[in-house]
T-cell receptor
Framework: DQQVKQNSPSLSVQEGRISILNCDYT??????FLWYKKYPAEGPTFLIS?????DKNEDGRFTVFLNKSAKHLSLHIVPSQPGDSAVYFC?????????????FGKGTSLLVTP | NAGVTQTPKFQVLKTGQSMTLQCAQD?????MYWYRQDPGMGLRLIYY???????DKGEVPNGYNVSRLNKREFSLRLESAAPSQTSVYFC???????????FGSGTRLTVV
């Protein structure tokens, strides 16, 4: 049963505009959330994270918002650039009891067009 | 370069054959993980090792075994490969705690 859900398999955005990638989760024990970016034929790379005690974390062009009551988080990329075209995975951790294992969503493929 | 090294990068097996996927890290991380990625399925955890000497099952462990040989190395073994194990396999390491992982570049396995 998928505990982390990314319901949009793909997203296309024009260069310079905002990209918003969404993620929902079902497990209320999740206490840390991360976003990973993946290019073809490469491993995922860490992008940004947020603790469950916060509702926003910003790093340059990337901002993650967390709405715990709705069990929803989103990644905003502003402004979007062609190099941002990749698959983005939302992931969540339920703490030390699970060995800090990451639970991943299925990913959203972002295409930024010039 | 420091990081996570997976070998081989590509492999084709016949049904019933066995093989071991190797993962080595030079980041001095405590925890190591094996994931598989299938189209439309995201990454699913197969096994993990929270520290040297321990291993635990993840979401999809059936058909696999693992060995945490030492702090640096964590191998994944397929004893009798099946077409359903055709996938891209990623090894990852973490220092421990919710700080995210460092992933290897993957092993693309095809079982025919």
């Amino acid at each position: 049963d998928q505990q982390v859900k990314q319901n949009s398999p793909s997203l296309s955005v024009q260069e310079g505009r905002i990209s918003i990638l969404n993620c929902d989760y079902t497990n209320s024990m999740f206490d840390y959330f991360l976003w990973y970016k993946k290019y073809p034929a490469e491993g995922p790379t860490f992008l940004i994270s947020i603790s469950s005690i916060k509702d926003k974390n910003e790093d340059g062009r990337f901002t993650v918002f967390l709405n715990k009551s709705a069990k929803h988080l989103s990644l905003h990329i502003v402004p979007s650039q062609p190099g941002d075209s990749a698959v983005y995975f939302c992931a969540a951790i339920a703490g030390s009891n699970s060995g800090y294992a990451l639970n991943f969503g299925k990913g959203t493929s972002l295409l930024v067009t010039p | 370069n420091a990081g996570v090294t997976q070998t081989p990068k590509f492999q084709v097996l016949k049904t019933g054959q066995s093989m071991t996927l190797q993962c080595a890290q030079d980041m001095n991380h405590n925890s190591m993980y094996w994931y598989r990625q299938d189209p439309g399925m995201g990454l699913r955890l197969i096994y993990y090792s929270a520290s040297e000497g321990t291993t635990d099952k993840g979401e999809v462990p059936n058909g696999y075994n693992v060995s945490r040989l030492n702090k640096r190395e964590f191998s994944l073994r397929l004893e009798s490969a099946a077409p359903s194990q055709t996938s891209v396999y990623f090894c990852a390491t973490a220092q421990g705690g919710p700080y995210g992982y460092t992933f290897g570049s993957g092993t693309r396995l095809t079982v025919v």
